[in-house]
């Protein structure tokens, strides 16, 4: 039997007079959870997005739900020139970038055999390819000040197998190295590199474009189950970056309840 999932903790100031950036923020996953959360600590956020009307809507959203609203910038990281523009909008309009989160990425499913380059293509490029290029552009920042947090999102795919995966799964693993990479570059900077690896975390939009039989075996793998809701998610990223996670580098944190 699936326990329920806990009640919504109440905030703890955890990144009082930080500024936080945060890719792929809109709609009802893990970017927006994590605006939201990042908001209510205490945090002043800017969100970016693909989508102009989805980008706006979870702006008005996180100001009714958490008291103030997210600047906005428009981003599609497989574009080097918009992501330089949002990491230009973000120090103009934040004053500083304290801490990033690289949550762009896209998923897909299809046989390996079957995969078309494009398939493969498009899901590296948003998933792995964007994080390098916002890791890229942020990076020059943040070493300059000697300070900087960046939280990047990867996936237990990145670990564990699943069938019509491989694209994904590929970038995932290629984020978790990254991760570990970056870290070992940056630390000399005072800047602090990690990312969590969920399993499953449900929202309207994965409830969407998953079959239910599909849904239904990945939350029998989960120990509890029932799939993570976002903000337990989110709530690890916003560990990870605040002063509580000073030794971390370098690492990848599963937030899951798998058990096969």
Known sequence: MAKPSPDYPPAHNLLAGKTVLITAAAGTGIGFATARRATEEGATVMIS????????EAAARIEAEAGRRPLTQ??????????????????????????????????????????????WNIVLDVTLTGTFRMLRAVLPHMMERKAGIIVNNASVLGWRAQKLQAHYAAAKAGVMALTRCAAMEAAEHNIRINAVSPSLAMHEFLNRVTSDELLAELTSREAY????????????????????????????????SQRA
Not at 49 to 56: P, W
Not at 229 to 234: L, P, S, Y
Not at 246 to 252: I, P
């Open 49 to 56: 997005d693909i989508h102009e009307r989805r980008l706006n």
């Open 225 to 256: 189950g029932r799939a993570a809701e976002t903000w337990e998610i989110a709530n690890v990223i916003i560990f990870l970056a605040s002063e509580y996670a000073t030794y971390m580098t370098g690492e990848v944190v599963a937030v899951s």
């Open 74 to 119: 428009l981003c599609n990281v497989t574009k080097q020139a918009e992501v330089d523009g949002l990491v230009a909008a973000a120090v103009a309009g934040l004053g500083r970038i304290d801490v990033l989160v690289n949550n762009a990425g896209l998923g897909g499913s299809a046989p390996l055999v079957e995969m078309t380059d494009e398939q």
